[in-house]
């Protein structure tokens, strides 16, 4: 079994910043590709931002120059960094996580989200 638990998330006026943080956990082999989701109200799931194993990065436009992302192999922890933040940022932030597990199975996971709002 792996767990993904995500915080950080909160309410914030436009503008300001907010980190969050994603722990993964469990029978972990090893983690690969790590990533941050959003789903807005009466809007699909997207992407924001994922990181390799290796550390190279990929950002939705909407977010690059405000956001980042980063991780800790040793914690199996990823980290995203949002600054300027607009209101059309309020959503629920999905973590997500391709991970190889002692079963030998390498499968997607996902955390229960984090609410970050953005208004004033």
């Known amino acids: 079994q792996v767990q993904l638990v995500e915080s950080g998330g909160g309410l914030v006026q436009p503008g300001g910043s907010l980190r969050l943080s994603c722990a993964a956990s469990?029978?972990?082999?090893?983690?690969?590709?790590m990533g941050w989701y959003r789903q807005a109200p009466g809007k699909e799931r997207e992407l924001v931002a994922d990181i390799t194993r290796f550390g190279s990065t990929n950002y939705a436009d909407s977010v690059k120059g405000r956001f980042t992302i980063s991780r800790d192999n040793v914690k199996n922890t990823v980290f995203l960094q949002m600054n300027s933040l607009k209101p059309e940022d309020t959503a629920v932030y999905y973590c997500?996580?391709?991970?190889?597990?002692?079963?030998?199975?390498?499968?997607?996971?996902w955390g229960k989200g984090t609410l970050v709002t953005v208004s004033s």
């Open positions: 469990g029978s972990i082999v090893k983690v690969n590709a």
């Open positions: 997500n996580s391709n991970i190889l597990t002692m079963s030998g199975y390498t499968t997607d996971y």
